[in-house]
């Protein structure tokens, strides 16, 4: 059964004194370290499980590690401390528009991104023409991406993403994918695709819809798990802290 643990997890990356974060160099060594270097402790012991059928959202403010954690369950960040176990093919709708080549066209980018979620020849095969569908582009999916708009980009990068069969699926934030008539299109598919995923773990500041999605909250305080539990019950106490967080400003 697909399964997400993270057990006293620590995430500790390093920051070139007024050169910013270097990290590049990061992800291709884990390590870089030189004399004038310091560490941005990002995530901190942090502990939990989801296991199958579960909706997770992930809620704080910005810098608190949200976003983090879900490249941490992607495999995306290496360790500092702690184990990371994951069960299941993970989809990650972060990131979506990286891996492509801007010099091919539409068609073999659609290949190119799918061979990186994991598909093979004859899975990709078998999908091509209801992702070219979707995304409706027509005859630019013959010429080079490098001349789509970033709206046309963002369509066929959710059509691509959207065309696996999911079963740990992270999700950060609600991203726009072209006109409105399409958003309206991608808005119905994102929902199947979210109904159909073993696991969703959701990073989000729509509280209104984690509250009708999710069943349960995390809620992510400067790289610590400030609460974790029932839906309803964390919103209203993230809310209440936000409240008191303006009137003290």
């Known amino acids: 059964m697909a399964h997400i643990r993270l057990d006293q997890v620590n995430l500790k990356y390093p920051i070139r004194r007024n050169k910013g974060i270097f990290l590049k160099e990061f992800f291709l060594h884990g390590f870089f370290l030189k004399k004038n270097t ?26 608190a590690g949200k976003s983090t954690i879900l490249r941490t369950i992607g495999g995306v960040y290496p ?3 702690g184990t990371r176990r994951v069960v299941g093919s993970i989809c990650s709708l972060f990131d979506i528009g990286l ?11 659609i290949h190119f991104r799918s061979f990186l979620q994991g598909e093979t020849p004859q899975s990709v095969k078998d999908k091509v023409q209801e992702i070219a569908d979707f995304s409706e582009l027509g005859e630019f999916l013959n010429i080079p991406i490098k001349y789509y708009s970033s709206g046309m980009l963002m369509r066929l990068a959710f059509s691509v993403a959207t065309a696996r069969e999911p079963e740990i699926l992270l999700v950060d934030e609600v991203f ?3 006109d409105l008539v399409f958003q309206k299109k991608a808005s119905a598919r994102m929902q199947n695709f979210l109904d159909r995923a073993k696991i969703v773990v959701m990073v989000g500041h729509d509280l209104h819809f984690l509250q009708r999605f999710c069943s349960r909250v995390l809620w992510m305080d400067q790289g610590l798990v400030r609460a974790d539990g029932p839906v309803r019950e964390v919103i209203a106490d993230y809310q209440r802290d936000a409240e008191a967080r303006q009137q003290a400003a």
Do not use: K
């Not at 310091?38 to 810098?63: K, P, S």
């Not at 891996?99 to 980018?109: A, L, P, Q, R, V």
């Open 38 to 63: 310091m560490h941005i402790h990002a995530l901190r012991d942090v502990t939990f499980n989801v296991r199958e059928g579960e909706r997770l959202g992930i809620i704080g403010y910005n810098g």
């Open 79 to 81: 360790l500092s401390g």
């Open 99 to 109: 891996g492509f080549e801007m010099e091919s066209n539409g068609y073999d980018n």
């Open 176 to 178: 726009g994918t072209g």
